[in-house]
């Protein structure tokens, strides 16, 4: 009897801290959560240069606090490609409310999401980005979950984002803790990480372990993310995300290198 208190106990103190992040994002956060998504911001944040300013071609990765209640335990992820000489941005990304779950068109690529400002994780330019694009839109096509989406813990649009990461040659970024989905795996259960920097062992996102370089050290139970970045001096939460004295995403950068 004593046992089985203790292991209750136990589990019930591991979820509560699991779910201290996202609480406190909900009790302090000013996160897009009232309103309807049909009216929310979904202007331009200035982030991306201009087409006509910028004729190089061009890669992005972006994250934005998820929509509503969501946006207290995560964060949504899309990338961007723009073709050197393109008069616009192409924006591919998935979201769960249509038939085929993953959407490649035209548009900003810094555009809030829906409320919820944008966040530049991964800017490469010149002849990488050009080598890159050819690749990125290949790996979308043979992304396996073309029709599936499921919020938590995945397949979802983290899911797309680290799946297409992982798939491509030196398209190496590191996702936010936050990303809920990134760590989605089917079996082996064992993948490198998006950053190509280390590997992460996990079961279908539940429950799973990353270690690399550049993500430094992750610990996933439930889909929460909880662990260390040595190199950016930081700590990773559930919901709140990287609390880090450097910037964690500066190394994702690439110098423009050509035309």
């Known amino acids: 009897m004593k046992f089985t208190f203790r292991w209750t106990l136990r589990a019930v103190l591991l979820l509560i801290a699991l779910l201290v992040g996202p609480l406190l994002m ?9 309103q309807s998504w049909y009216d929310a911001d979904r202007s331009s944040a200035g982030i991306a240069p201009q087409p006509e300013d910028a004729p190089e071609a061009i890669v992005q990765v972006y994250h934005a606090r998820a929509f509503g209640w969501r946006g207290y335990f995560a964060v949504h992820t899309w ?10 941005y192409e924006v591919h990304e998935v979201t769960g409310w249509s038939r085929q779950k993953v959407r490649s068109r035209p548009g900003d690529p810094d555009r809030a999401w829906y409320g919820n400002e944008p966040h530049l994780i991964a800017d490469i330019r010149g ?29 979802n649009s983290n899911t797309f984002t680290a799946w297409v990461i992982r798939a ?3 398209f190496d970024v590191a996702l936010p ?3 809920i989905g990134k760590d989605y795996l089917d079996p082996p259960f ?7 920097s280390g590997f992460q062992v996990s ?34 939460l559930p919901g709140i995300g ?6 964690p995403w500066e190394p994702a950068s690439t110098p423009v290198t050509g035309p």
Do not use: M
Not at 79 to 88: H, L, R, S, V, W
Not at 145 to 153: G, K, L, N, T, V
């Open 26 to 34: 909900a009790a302090c956060s000013g996160l897009a959560t009232s």
């Open 79 to 88: 990338i961007a490609t723009k073709p050197a000489g393109a008069g616009t």
């Open 127 to 155: 002849d990488k980005a050009a080598e890159l694009i050819p690749k990125i839109e290949a790996a979308i096509t043979d992304y396996p979950y073309q029709r599936e989406y499921e919020a938590w813990p995945g397949p």
């Open 168 to 170: 491509v040659p030196d």
């Open 177 to 179: 803790n936050i990303a």
């Open 190 to 196: 064992v993948a490198e990480t998006p950053s190509d």
């Open 203 to 236: 079961a279908f996102g539940y429950a799973g372990v990353l270690a690399s370089a550049y993500e430094g050290l992750e610990i996933n139970l439930l889909g929460l993310s909880f662990g260390i970045d040595p190199l950016a001096l930081g700590i990773k």
């Open 242 to 247: 990287q609390l880090s004295l450097l910037d």
